[in-house]
């Protein structure tokens, strides 16, 4: 410190060390920037939500997690402006220059922070004309003779299951029809189609109407974790505090 002012600052003795005039005016200075630090600090934590919040998503998410919360949100905030950029593959956010993405994902992708908001069930289901006219099936091995539905990134892959007992069960599936919009795959199952394995948030009006049944009841879908991925925790907007805030209670 005393090479960058160009000064002596302390006065060194073999008992003790005392600060010169410099010293004092020295530390007097650094005092003072560190009021004004924390001055800055505390109008910072004040400050209300402004600006804009760009926030990257699915279909579904956008849909029937996000959208709900926004009519509140802005209301309270009139500062505040959230631009969505909905897209069913992951975006870079750095790339994408997104403050936050809400995945649905029990593997966040590493080197960023991932703060867990709630987590996204899942249901079995199918038409009853479907079911009436292939079978109802009572066995998850009985999948295999059933054309399931596929949400496009697990297609060819499995469903994962909990058990009554909370064992894990996961069964290969196939169908004749993938799609990365959940929508679309519960319209089609509406339409006698196949299997789904719907987001229960989205199917529960057409399973309350009839038009879509439970299917292996007794089995549980493995449900998802649903994270607001952002790039660090320090210097949070006020912005992007609110907006998970505001998005974990309607999770909750």
């Known amino acids: 410190m005393e090479k960058w002012a160009g000064t002596r600052l302390v006065n060194r003795s073999t008992r003790k060390l005392t600060l010169t005039a410099a010293g004092e ?14 001055e800055i600090e505390g ?4 400050d209300l939500p402004s600006g804009t919040l760009r926030v990257a998503c699915a279909h579904f998410t956008a849909m029937h997690l996000i959208a709900p919360v926004l009519p509140g949100l802005l209301s309270r905030y009139p500062q505040l402006r959230i631009e969505l950029d ?31 908001l709630g987590e996204c069930r899942s249901v079995l289901c199918a038409s009853p004309a479907y079911l009436a006219q292939h079978g109802t099936p009572v066995s998850p091995e009985e999948l295999a003779q059933h054309n399931c539905l596929h949400y496009s ?45 719907l987001p229960e948030r989205e199917a529960r009006a057409a399973l309350e109407q009839g038009l879509l049944v439970p299917v292996l009841a007794s089995l549980e879908p493995k449900p998802l974790a649903i994270h607001g991925i952002y790039q660090s925790r320090e210097y949070q907007p ?15």
Request: aromatic share 4%; net charge neutral.
């Open 86 to 116: 909905v897209n069913n593959h992951p975006v870079s956010l750095v790339g994408e220059r997104i403050d936050v993405a809400v995945r649905i994902t029990d593997n966040p992708e590493p080197g960023m922070i991932a703060r867990r």
């Open 153 to 197: 990134f697990f297609a060819g892959q499995s469903w994962h299951f909990l058990t009554p007992e909370g064992e894990s069960l996961s069964v290969a599936v196939s169908g004749n029809l993938s799609a990365s919009i959940s929508s679309l795959l519960m319209n089609a199952a509406i339409e006698h189609c196949g299997i789904a394995m």
């Open 238 to 252: 006020a912005a992007l505090r609110v907006f998970l805030d505001e998005l974990s209670r309607h999770l909750a």
């Open 25 to 38: 005016k020295v530390l007097q200075k650094t005092r003072t920037l560190s009021q004004i630090s924390q």
């Open 43 to 46: 109008q910072s934590e004040k």
